[in-house]
């Protein structure tokens, strides 16, 4: 992004012994501005998870407060807003389509199956991410019903999707959740 680059990213490190642990911070200290070192390879593992299971649990928190607003006849988007002025205990997520990236849709089941092996279940990071998984197919629905209440038919319509890479300003579309929603619209009879 525009705000955030390797340079200004903190980099977490953990090697197999002190040796490599401080190899790998001097040789990321040529690159990012700040190094912190952990304790081992499993924590620096396990700190990249935790972020990416962290928003993909809270996206998914926010699709699903979205259908609500929605069926209340309320705004998210001013709902969101307000809540942003509170200045302690709240950070902004913002609902969307679904989630995509090489990381953030696929580190939830990674976390899971290695849960499983220990014989712990993860309900909640699965339950996000069945709800992020489900966002294409209400998208479609959404534009179905966006076409009905004008008396047209999803089957035939001409439909342009913008914005097909995972975020803005980058190109890669891996996970992207709006091919999901250009393979619906298809199968649907649309034409994308």
């Known amino acids: 992004s525009k705000d955030h680059s390797v340079r200004n990213t903190p980099k977490i490190v953990g090697g197999i012994d002190p040796q490599s642990t ?3 911070q001097l040789l990321y200290s040529q690159i990012a ?5 952990v304790s081992c390879p499993e924590v620096a593992e396990m700190t990249k998870v935790f972020e990416n299971v962290f928003r ?4 998914a928190l926010v699709n699903e407060l979205a259908h609500l607003c929605e069926r209340m006849g309320l705004s998210v988007w001013e709902v969101i807003d307000a809540a942003s002025t509170k200045p302690f205990g709240y950070m902004p997520f913002y609902p969307g389509p679904g989630i995509g990236g090489h990381c953030i849709p696929l580190d939830p089941y990674y976390l899971a199956n290695k849960a ?3 014989d712990f279940h ?7 991410a069945e709800i992020n998984e489900h966002m294409p197919y209400h998208v479609v629905s959404r534009v179905l019903e966006l076409l ?3 008396g047209k ?4 319509a001409k439909i342009l999707v913008l914005g097909v890479a995972y975020k803005k300003d980058v190109e890669d579309s891996r996970e992207s959740p709006a091919l999901k929603i250009i393979q619906l619209l ?3 009879g649309a034409e994308v």
């Open 56 to 59: 993909s649990v809270n996206i």
């Open 153 to 156: 038919s999803l089957n035939g």
């Open 22 to 24: 401080q190899l790998a």
């Open 33 to 37: 501005g700040t190094v912190l070192p």
């Open 148 to 150: 009905s209440t004008r």
């Open 186 to 188: 298809r199968e649907k």
């Open 122 to 128: 993860t309900r909640f990071i699965e339950l996000a």
């Open 116 to 118: 499983r092996e220990l």
